[in-house]
């Protein structure tokens, strides 16, 4: 049995007989039918196509956007309320017609950052809950992020993230870490190329922190990636850096040997240490590779990868050069 024939197997087993394809699923299904890599021959209205894409789509490690709201379902069950009302229903102490009063209110919540309590408190005609609001707002994660990216080859790309806090912490409400999910996204949103597990401790809330990682990537070049910090816990708490390839330059596919200048031949004497050159008495000067690298080699810690072919029986490798 090969690949196609093993999946169509699995999708007939016995525990998804009673698995069926709902109309409003069909739309989604035939959008990853073209995605997955094993062709399905049965029609979509097939249970066991329906299986068999889910299978596949489990084993391709997607749904980005599907992993986000399964994350922000857990928090609406754990805080109890919806992503949709305010932020401020995480902090104890707000009366719930204030709480209310905000989500009347057709402000963004990034919005909030820029206003001064007066003006908070002007904004819910209480005045007396401004400075209370105000000091919520800024105790609410909010993280900022910078991010270097550099490609290692045709189709791997270093990235260096900088996140920065920028919210004041206060152990009654944060205790004293605050995890968060580093998702990097492709640029519909579908797949997660990157995820891992951030705990920011309040010692180092004033510091910058910095993660480095790597991703793949693909021809053609997609114009983004997507960089997305969320919180564990906080409902709202989502950072998002877009990361431009507009300007990005990969590695050329089958880049050229260096060019093997046409150097003097550089002496032994150059060592400038007798010992060293007691190891070179069966010539006076080193061979056109090893007069090339010799300055890189010889009198720096650079990182080297060499590889050149050998020429001549019984001298010594210009390896021989780093010891």
Not at 19 to 29: A, F, G, I, N, S
Not at 135 to 156: D, G, S, W, Y
Not at 165 to 190: L, R, S, T
Not at 207 to 234: A, G, M, Q, R
């Amino acid at each position: 049995m090969g690949d196609i024939e093993l999946c169509r197997l699995f999708s007939l087993s016995e525990e998804f007989k009673y698995v069926t394809v709902r109309q409003d699923e069909k739309m989604e299904l035939a959008k990853l039918l073209d995605r997955v890599p094993i062709p399905i021959t049965e029609s979509l209205e097939e249970p066991s196509a329906k299986i068999n894409v889910l299978l596949q789509a489990y084993i391709s490690q997607g749904w980005a956007q599907l992993a986000e709201k399964a994350l922000n379902l857990c928090k609406m069950v754990t805080k109890r309320m919806w992503n949709v009302q305010t932020p401020l229903r995480q902090f104890n102490g707000i009366p719930n017609e204030i709480l209310m009063k905000l989500e009347k209110k057709d402000l963004a919540w990034d919005r909030y950052y820029d206003l001064s309590s007066q003006e908070i408190g002007e904004l819910i005609r209480f005045p007396k809950m401004g400075r209370t609001l105000h000091r919520f707002v800024h105790q609410f994660p909010k993280l900022n992020l910078a991010a270097h990216v550099q490609p290692i080859t045709r189709i791997v790309l270093r990235v260096e993230l900088t996140i920065t806090p920028d919210f004041q912490w206060e152990d009654k409400v944060h205790g004293y870490v605050e995890p968060f999910w580093v998702i990097i996204e492709d640029n519909d949103g579908e797949y997660i190329l990157h995820h891992e597990y951030f705990l920011l401790k309040k010692q180092y809330v004033d510091e910058d922190h910095n993660l480095n990682f790597t991703v793949p990537i693909y021809e053609p070049l997609p114009p983004e990636y997507f960089i997305c910090v969320v919180s564990d816990k906080w409902l709202g708490s989502q950072t998002v850096l877009p990361i431009s390839f507009r300007h990005l330059i990969l590695p050329e596919k089958y880049p050229p040997p260096t060019e093997l200048l046409d150097l003097q031949p550089l002496p032994v004497t150059a060592l400038r240490n007798p010992s060293y050159e007691a190891l070179y008495q069966d010539f006076k000067h080193f061979n056109p590779v090893q007069t090339q690298v010799f300055t890189v080699l010889y009198n720096t810690d650079d990182n080297v990868l060499l590889a050149a072919p050998i020429q001549g029986v019984g001298r010594p490798s210009v390896l021989s050069l780093l010891y």
